[in-house]
């Protein structure tokens, strides 16, 4: 069975800090994965997906996720994140049987 | 358009109990899924339907659970009878036929079963 493991899973980090947060998976075929956030007391949001094509994408609110195929690994980043971006960080994978599969989730902290 | 909505927000109910959460996704989509979502498990899938057939059940914990969708816009989680482990967070999710069938999720239900 497929996996999704996140090892950050809580982030401290002061306004206008960089973030990257890991994202790896355990399956060999062909996967389509997301990155979902969950603002406190909120329902999850998608932040980003990835299908096909250029393995750099961008999602909304500046955060961007790159595929490594080779490294089995979908890590988001933001170049500078706001008080705003405290939330959970969820990676999730789909191998093509349209459920989803969840990381443990990445709490994030920013500190203004 | 209102996005998955869910029934209710907040359930609070005795052991034994029978708990119905209910689910209208968004109009059009054709997959509906319920996750559950507990601080030691995280979010797990309990079961998914496409067109109204469940697909896969395989994450219902227990024969307590039972998940139906009489039709395209309405879904039910029952649990019956109830116990205290079954407390969490309860979201459902739906989501398209077509290119980037990522999923939206509901407001969830917040269960708590003394």
Redesign the interface.
């Known amino acids: 069975a497929q996996s999704v493991s996140q090892h950050n899973h809580h982030v401290i980090l002061s306004e206008a800090a960089s973030l990257e947060l890991g994202c790896n998976y355990s399956y060999g075929g062909t996967v389509n994965l997301?990155w979902?956030v969950q603002y406190p007391g909120?329902?999850?949001?998608?932040l980003l997906?990835y299908?096909s094509g250029d393995p750099l994408v961008k999602g909304i609110k500046g955060f961007e996720a790159e595929f490594i195929k080779s490294k089995f690994s979908f890590n988001l980043r933001k170049p500078s994140v706001q008080w705003s971006d405290t939330a959970e960080y969820?990676c999730a994978v789909d191998t093509g049987?349209?459920?989803?599969?969840?990381?443990?989730?990445t709490r994030l902290q920013v500190q203004p | 358009d209102a996005g998955v909505i869910q029934s209710p927000r907040h359930e609070v109910t005795e052991m034994g109990q029978e708990v119905t959460l209910r689910c209208k996704p968004i109009s059009g989509h054709n997959?509906l899924?319920w996750?559950r979502q507990t601080m030691m498990r995280?979010?797990?899938?309990l079961i998914?339907f496409?067109n109204n057939v469940p697909?896969?059940d395989s994450g219902m914990p227990e024969d307590r659970f039972s998940a139906k969708m009489p039709n395209a816009s309405f879904s039910t989680l029952k649990i019956q009878p109830s116990e205290p482990r079954d407390s969490a967070v309860y979201?459902c999710?739906s989501?398209g036929l077509l290119g980037?069938?990522?999923?939206?999720?509901?407001?969830?239900t917040r269960l708590t079963v003394t």
């Open positions: 997301f979902y909120q329902h999850l949001q998608l997906k299908f969820f049987r349209r459920a989803l599969t969840f990381g443990s989730g | 997959s899924f996750y995280g979010l797990e899938l998914y496409n697909i896969d979201f999710a989501s980037a069938y990522e999923q939206y999720f509901g407001p969830g």
